[in-house]
Every structure is written in C-alpha cells, then in structure tokens.
Nanobody, 121 residues
Framework: QVQLVESGGGLVQAGDSLRLSCAAS????????KGWFRQAPGKEREFVAS????????YYADSVKGRFSISRDNAKNTVYLQMNSLKPDDTAVYYC??????????????WGQGTQVTVSS
C-alpha cells in the first residue's frame, strides 16, 4: 500500500510560480512511477506529467510542456511539480498518483487527496 500526500498549492497571480510536493509513505517509494493530474471545476481529470522510477524518463501534457517540470527525490520519498508561468487555465485541484508502470492515463492504483491551485488573472 502507498499513501500519498500533496502540498504546496495556493492562490497565485498569472505568471507566478508554484512547486507542488507529493510525499509518499508505505511501500518502497523508488519502485513506483509517479504522475500528476489535475481536475478543474466541471471538467474531467486530465494528465499533467509523469516520471519513471529512476527519474530519467518524463512525459508532459502539451498544455504544460515548457512551463512545468516533474522531478523526484527517492531519498526523500517525494515527487515534485515545478509550475512556472502559471495561467488562469491552470486552476484546478492537482493530484499525485503512483503505480508500478509509467503511464499518462488514469490507471494508477494509488492517489492522493489533491491540493488546490488557483491562478488569478
């Protein structure tokens, strides 16, 4: 079992930056791929970024490519999402996910509770 806790969300202005963190506990953190997803009000949850177990391979949604960066520190059992040049369209609840395979779909078995990111114009 893996428990995931997101943090770092908040209210920022367009153009600002935020770094989200996802702390994991339970089974060995380094053995799982990690993903970030988001869900805006009235919309379906969508893929944002994912990273493999070693941190070498990453994937990004086209909407965040060049602005967001996913990374992980296996020694700290934490995965990060650095978000730069934020836009109002980035407003959503951001979720961390974990699983044995690197995915861009929702098929991760473990999910956090989410952290709210609000970007004002």
């Amino acid at each position: 079992q893996v428990q995931l806790v997101e943090s770092g969300g908040g209210l920022v202005q367009a153009g600002d930056s935020l770094r989200l963190s996802c702390a994991a506990s339970g089974r060995t953190f380094s053995s799982y791929a990690k993903g970030w997803f988001r869900q805006a009000p009235g919309k379906e949850r969508e893929f944002v970024a994912s990273i493999n177990r070693s941190g070498i391979t990453t994937y990004y949604a086209d909407s965040v490519k060049g602005r967001f960066s996913i990374s992980r520190d296996n020694a700290k059992n934490t995965v990060y999402l650095q978000m730069n040049s934020l836009k109002p369209d980035d407003t959503a609840v951001y979720y961390c996910a974990a699983g044995p395979y690197l995915l861009t779909s929702h098929d991760y078995p473990y999910w956090g509770q989410g952290t709210q990111v609000t970007v004002s114009s």
